[in-house]
């Protein structure tokens, strides 16, 4: 009998703390997660700020870029300053370039010799 | 010891039931104000682009100055800090604060510069939002088409308003939390809402030239406006739409009302010789008369009813084709009264003329020609010339196109495309309207007698080297509105025309109302179309039809 209650008294010893340890724990993690959410919240809610500012700015220089790129402004100084004029409307042959020996075909149909194309 | 303790716990039950019961709502109400932070969702339109591709009108995230009068100290220090920063008289800005008030707008849409002086001057009771506003970073160009939006951002003109409902889109609210110092956290949603994009048919740099040679044109004759469309006739794409005078849209509150008008489809006139189309075509399809049928106009006059009307210059016996090569205006009445009233009514109507073209931009009007049951003794004579009728340019550059692309009357537009933010077409433009109203015999019989116009007649101003030119000139008196008759000063000069003849690349008509010195269209408008096509044709890369081929280049890819 003795030898029953020293054993209950020993898991009592064990248990209980463990258990208030556990609920500590339990308690701890939760708020420690939660502050985390949080804290990557406050971390993108700055990220977003960041980016609507980039944002801004690269509207602004797109703005520009396209203001600058403006056809008749570039005609009006190349003209004015380089003497650029508008190209004569000579006829243009394109001709591509053979890309290399192409593959033999086996075909009863006529073989076609590979060349320049023209267009 | 225990008494204290149990009435503690009392106590703060009995908060606690204070706290989350009795006053429950009416703190739980100040709580959200406190951490919820309500933001508008921010609205952006849709870009304009043109066919390239290229921005014609976009969207910038600007501050817009405000004031609270409650926490602005009104002391001349501040007054003069802020009138020196916005470069603006201090009674101005004065007038913009009131006395008392928790909000007022002082000025919307700084430029980035100026908004950062004011931040720099620290003035207690100032702060700044956010707001989008509408730049068109080509300045002028196009802007009779683009249009142009007011400073809320609400659409006033062209595009901006017949798109208005695909190029903006509905904003909303977002609800974010923020904690004790203000710091806002994130809500995981996007607080931008954009409109769906358009892609035009025009070309900016088609467009530039045609502005560029308009322009001249006005400034060389001191003409009080002009015009000129630039459309491809197969498709009814239009390339190019100009207006002189022009405004800035992205200063539209200072353009003037006659600047933003957009005469190309607002305006009527009448078209004078080049409404001979009417007749002639009318005329060749009847099989009345063909190229080679001779009529004698050499009493250089013909009276209709009880009116006499001349010939410019007078000839001797014409056939059909020098009729109008030469611009005849006895020839044409001769072959109209041939036709008779009610064909010529009824070829004026398959050309378009009275009704709207169906252009995608808003206050288009369709012109008028009177039934032939209300014409006078007189009108088949005027109208076979061009008179007592009224045309938009663009009615009457759609009437030529079917000459150019084989007898079918297109249908212009300046849209091409609408695609939404996430890149998904919603719209294209695929020409399924196109109406046969005439035989492609005639068109190509009609063609030839267009470029012997440029060859040898009226149009000679408008040939181009290396290439056919196929066009018509026409010279009209303008209604003087004080006395309602024909007036002997103001003229409307005009040239039509498309190029090159046999495989037109685009169809082009110069309008120049009220020129000074010259009246003609052979002398005012022709020079126009040539300076304008020449340019034209080498930004297209269209080589010449009388290329010898010693001036052939080979480039290789």
């Not at chain 2, 190019?240 to 539209?252: C, K, R, W």
């Not at chain 2, 008028?368 to 663009?394: C, D, F, K, N, Y």
């Amino acid at each position: 009998m003795i030898r029953l209650g020293r054993k209950k008294n020993m898991m009592s010893l064990i248990i209980k703390p463990l258990c208030i340890v556990l609920l500590l724990a339990g308690q701890f993690s939760l708020i420690w997660l939660k502050s985390n959410v949080l804290t990557l919240e406050y971390k993108i809610g700055l990220l977003e700020k960041m980016k609507t500012e980039h944002i801004k700015e690269r509207r602004l220089l797109l703005a520009d870029k396209a203001g600058l790129q403006s056809l008749e402004k570039l005609e009006a100084s190349s003209m004015e300053n380089d003497g650029f004029v508008f190209p004569d409307r000579v006829r243009v042959i394109h001709i591509k370039r053979q890309r290399g020996p192409l593959p033999h075909k086996a075909s009863l149909e006529k073989r076609q010799l590979a060349g320049p194309e023209l267009w | 010891m225990n008494t204290i303790i149990i009435f503690s716990f009392f106590a703060l039950f009995l908060r606690l039931t204070d706290l989350m019961i009795l006053n429950h709502k009416l703190l739980s109400e100040k709580a959200k104000q406190q951490h919820i932070k309500v933001e508008d969702i921010q609205v952006r339109r849709g870009i304009i682009f043109d066919r390239e591709g290229r921005q014609l009108a976009l969207n910038l995230e600007l501050e817009s100055l405000y004031c609270e009068p409650e926490n602005f100290h009104l002391d001349n220090e501040n007054i003069r800090k802020l009138s020196f920063a916005l470069s603006k008289e201090p009674e101005v800005i004065l007038t913009k604060i009131p006395e008392e008030g928790k909000f007022v707008w002082i000025e919307r849409k700084l430029e980035p510069d100026i908004a950062e002086r004011i931040k720099d001057l620290n003035i207690k009771g100032l702060g700044f939002m956010n707001e989008a506003k509408r730049v068109y970073p080509k300045g002028k160009l196009a802007s009779h088409i683009v249009g142009s939006v007011g400073v809320d951002n609400q659409a006033l003109e062209g595009i901006e308003l017949q798109f208005d409902r695909y190029l903006k889109t509905r904003g909303g609210k977002v609800f974010s939390e923020r904690d004790a110092g203000g710091r806002t956290l994130s809500s995981g949603v996007n607080k931008e809402a954009k409109g769906n994009n358009i892609v035009l048919t025009i070309d900016e740099g088609l467009q530039g030239i045609v502005e560029k040679e308009i322009e001249k044109a006005m400034v060389k004759w001191r003409a009080a406006a002009a015009s000129a469309i630039m459309m491809d006739p197969f498709t009814g794409e239009i390339l190019a739409l100009a207006n002189m005078p022009s405004y800035d849209p992205n200063n539209t509150g200072k353009a003037k009302d006659f600047e933003k008008r957009n005469r190309a489809i607002t305006d009527c006139y009448e078209p004078g010789s080049t409404f001979k189309i009417a007749v002639g075509i009318g005329a060749l399809e009847e099989n009345i008369a063909t190229p080679h049928s001779l009529f004698d106009v050499s009493k250089g006059a013909i009276e209709v009813g009880r009116k006499t009307i001349h010939d410019v210059h007078r000839h001797g016996v014409l056939t059909f084709k020098e009729v109008i090569q030469k611009s005849s205006n006895v020839g044409a009445i001769m072959i109209g009264m041939k036709l008779g009233k009610e064909r010529i009514y009824k070829y004026a109507k398959l050309l378009g003329v009275g009704e709207k073209t169906g252009v995608d931009l808003p206050g288009e009007v369709s012109g008028w020609i009177h039934p032939p049951e209300r014409w006078s003794g007189t009108s088949i004579g005027a109208i076979s010339i061009g008179q007592e009728v009224a045309v938009t340019p663009l009615q009457i550059l759609r009437a030529y196109s079917a000459i150019a692309n084989g007898g079918f009357l297109v249908r212009p537009h300046v849209v091409s495309e609408i695609i939404s933010p996430e890149g998904q077409t919603l719209f294209s433009s695929i020409d399924n309207e196109r109406k046969r109203i005439l035989s492609s015999k005639t068109a190509e019989i009609f063609r030839e007698i267009l470029k012997s116009v440029v060859e040898g007649g009226t149009g000679e101003k408008a040939s181009i080297e290396g290439d056919e030119v196929a066009g018509k000139t026409g010279t009209a008196q303008m209604i003087d509105p004080k006395t309602k008759r024909y007036s002997r000063e103001k003229f409307v000069s005009s040239f039509i025309g498309f190029v090159p003849a046999d495989k037109p690349r685009f169809a082009l008509i110069v309008v120049v109302y009220e020129p000074k010195g010259q009246i003609y269209g052979g002398v005012v408008a022709s020079p126009v179309f040539r300076d304008i096509a020449n340019q034209a044709l080498s930004y297209l890369n269209i080589p010449r039809r009388d290329v010898p081929y010693e001036t052939t280049l080979l480039v290789a890819k």
